[in-house]
């Protein structure tokens, strides 16, 4: 476990990328977008999107890449790091990015799979409920396994 933990809740905000390396380890990247929401001065509610890149790897990786979908509410904690490298036009760039230790799914997110697979099934009438999708098991990595 990092000295450092960040936990970050929010929505996945595209289908996420699983990929495998030429040593076969597997790593999945997507990005979820954190909302704020308050209370201005006048009284208004106002409310701010933020947006997080998270790299997973290995097991952590490919067990999320089972369940992650556009959309579902997640819960992930990892550390932050931040990557640098120079572009093809020469100007340098960096990015930070969660890299996940454990992904887990919000309760509210296993609902609607549940309504999305009886739709699916042509509805719940005379038909088996749906189970709700299994949560993705999680793994920490520990420092000597990271490929970095």
């Not at 990786?61 to 819960?75: M, S, T």
């Not at 296993?110 to 299994?134: H, L, T, V």
């Amino acid at each position: 476990m990092s000295q450092s933990q960040t936990v970050l809740i929010g929505n996945v905000t595209s289908d996420p990328e699983l990929k495998y390396l030429t040593n076969g380890q597997a790593k999945l990247t997507f990005s979820i977008a954190v909302n704020h929401s308050w209370t201005d001065q006048a009284g208004e509610k106002q409310e701010k999107a933020s947006f997080f890149n998270v790299v997973a790897w290995r097991y952590t990786a490919e067990d999320a890449a089972n369940i992650l979908e556009k959309g579902v509410g997640v819960i992930v904690t990892g550390r932050l790091e931040q990557r640098s490298w120079e572009a093809e036009d020469k100007t340098k760039r960096s990015v930070v990015e969660l890299i996940a230790d454990n992904v887990g799914i919000q309760a509210r997110s296993i609902e609607s799979f549940e309504r999305k697979r009886r739709s699916a099934d042509g509805g719940a009438g005379g038909q088996k409920k749906a189970a709700a999708p299994a949560r993705p098991a999680t793994r920490t990595i520990t420092e000597e396994e990271e490929p970095f």
